[in-house]
């Protein structure tokens, strides 16, 4: 089974910066990763699929990026609605969340 | 407008059933590939179940093979997961996806609000 890990877990930033966060996957999964964001008490909601697209309706502020084992996704001017958990997805064999990564404003 | 509208959670006991159920609207429910995520108390989302547009083919992760099958009966729009011999590790809030686009298994566009599972004596 292919295992991701996120990192950090945690992540504290201030209003403007430009974050990233960080998915590895255990074995090479072909750009078949998706990025989700999910806020406290809401359903997910999909921000970026197969690595670098994005969703309709999500601010282009957010971008994906990576191929083979590791994958990035980048807030490039976090806003205060940006806090939030985020998840990696991969759906090339099998299908396996990462643990997340949450964000905080600092 | 899609809208995916979970029902059937509940407090159930230990070794006991429970069958969620998802009712699909806004969208051509028997083209869509669909699938069941969870997410126990302050835990990460951990996929479940998925299915194919037809029904024909079902895939499971490891820890609910042999005891949860997904369903779906296109319809009425409606898909199912029976849970039997529940365990308190599957305490969660289940939710139903739809795939962002036709026989797509993955990039799951849509989500329902989540039904609670609380397994417990």
């Known amino acids: 089974d292919i295992q991701m890990t996120q990192s950090p877990s945690v992540l504290s930033a201030s209003v403007g910066d430009r974050v990233t966060l960080s998915c590895k996957a255990s074995?090479?999964?072909?750009?078949?990763l998706d990025w989700y964001q999910q806020k406290l008490g809401e359903a997910p909601k999909l921000l970026i699929y197969?690595?670098?697209n994005l969703q309709t309706g999500i601010p282009s502020r957010f971008s994906g990026s990576g191929s083979g084992t590791d994958y990035t996704l980048t807030i490039s001017s976090l806003q205060p609605e940006d806090v939030a958990t985020y998840f990696c997805?991969?759906?090339?064999?099998?299908?396996?969340f990462g643990g997340g990564t949450k964000l905080e404003l600092k | 407008e899609v809208q995916l509208v979970e029902s059937g959670g509940g407090l159930v006991q230990p070794g006991r059933s429970l069958k969620l159920s998802c009712a699909a609207s806004?969208?051509?429910?028997?083209?869509?590939?669909m699938a069941w995520v969870r997410q126990a108390p302050t835990k990460g989302l951990e996929w479940v179940a998925s299915?194919?547009?037809?029904?024909?083919?079902?895939y499971y992760r490891d820890s609910v093979k042999g005891r949860f099958t997904i369903s779906r009966d296109n319809a009425k729009s409606t898909l199912y997961l029976q849970m039997d011999s529940l365990r308190s590790e599957d305490t969660a809030t289940y939710y139903c996806?739809?795939?962002?686009?036709?026989?797509?298994?993955?990039?799951?566009?849509?989500w329902g609000q989540g039904t609670l599972v609380t397994v417990s004596s």
């Open positions: 996806t739809r795939a962002r686009i036709y026989y797509y298994d993955a990039s799951f566009a849509y």
């Open positions: 997805f991969q759906y090339n064999s099998g299908w396996t």
């Open positions: 074995q090479n999964i072909n750009k078949n």
């Open positions: 299915i194919t547009n037809s029904g024909g083919s079902t």
């Open positions: 197969f690595t670098n």
């Open positions: 806004g969208f051509t429910f028997s083209n869509y590939y």
